[in-house]
């Protein structure tokens, strides 16, 4: 799954790929590099983004969808809005990338459709809530740091469950790494690690988006600057994750895996 981020404020590529015609280009060149989903978002998850209304967002990202469905691509909206969500499908997306798994805009549930729906793992009903509990006393609740696989799994077992039955018959599941598990290595690379005993757990598959997170940058104490050495721990991250049992890996760098997938297989 290749990362469109038509965003100004993304973490590490917000701004390249604003312009729409610059953000096509770009889901394209991910195409040839051999993404086989192309993961369409306008609004950024960091801690430091802006959030953006629904006007902003279906601004950025449906010329974006319409034109790369057109052209061939199964794409993917990522968004938490039932009504960015609809507006995306209605322009050809087929996937629902959703971080909070429903709990931003309980809304979500009734515009899947027959969309697949990815129902990611967070806490809190907003990304500034979901942030807040990575510091000391910062929001509601403990902060899940230490959150084992097993509690990650019955919480997306919760929100799967109120899913029409024909969207969770269809659904896959994310981890959420770094989603207010914070930068902590440990805690991020054992969600990592027990990704196919997630999707056993569930009987879904497994997406895993560990591609230029914080986390990754830590464990391999990589400087913000430096993306080659940061987009080569994070293939080394994904990998992991496709052994672990991951059906689907959300990168940013797609040539990059894909020419490591290639060894990979051949071992």
Do not use: C
């Not at 449906?62 to 057109?70: E, H, N, R, W, Y």
């Amino acid at each position: 799954m290749g990362v469109v981020n038509v965003t100004p404020d993304s973490f590490s590529d917000g701004g390249r790929y604003l312009e729409v015609d610059a953000a096509i280009a770009h889901g394209m060149q991910l195409l040839r590099d051999g993404a086989d989903i192309l993961d369409v978002g306008g609004e950024a998850t960091n801690p430091r983004a802006a959030p953006v209304t629904a006007d902003e967002e279906l601004r950025r990202v449906l010329p974006v969808v319409k034109q790369l469905a057109a052209a061939g691509a199964t794409v993917s909206i990522d968004t938490t809005k039932a009504r960015v969500a609809r507006a995306a499908v209605a322009a050809g997306a087929r996937i629902i990338n959703d971080v909070s798994g429903g709990l931003f805009d309980p809304a979500m549930r009734e515009v899947i459709g027959d969309a697949t729906y990815i129902v990611g793992h967070l806490r809190g009903h907003s990304l500034a809530e979901v942030f807040a509990v990575e510091h000391p006393g910062g929001g509601a609740g403990s902060a899940p740091r230490g959150i084992d696989w097993r509690t990650v799994a019955d919480e997306l077992a919760e929100r799967l469950a109120v899913l029409p039955i024909g969207a969770r018959e269809r659904a896959w599941v994310d981890p959420g790494l770094g989603f207010g598990k914070g930068a902590d290595p440990e805690a991020n690379l054992a969600l990592l690690q027990h990704s196919g005993d997630l999707g056993a757990h569930l009987g879904r598959p497994v997406v895993v988006g560990a591609s230029r997170k914080r986390f990754i940058r830590r464990v391999f104490g990589v400087r913000d600057d430096d993306l080659a050495a940061l987009d080569a721990a994070s293939v080394a991250a994904s990998l992991d994750a496709i052994r672990a049992g991951a059906n689907v890996v959300r990168v940013h760098n797609v040539a990059l895996l894909r020419a490591a997938l290639t060894l990979y297989t051949k071992q």
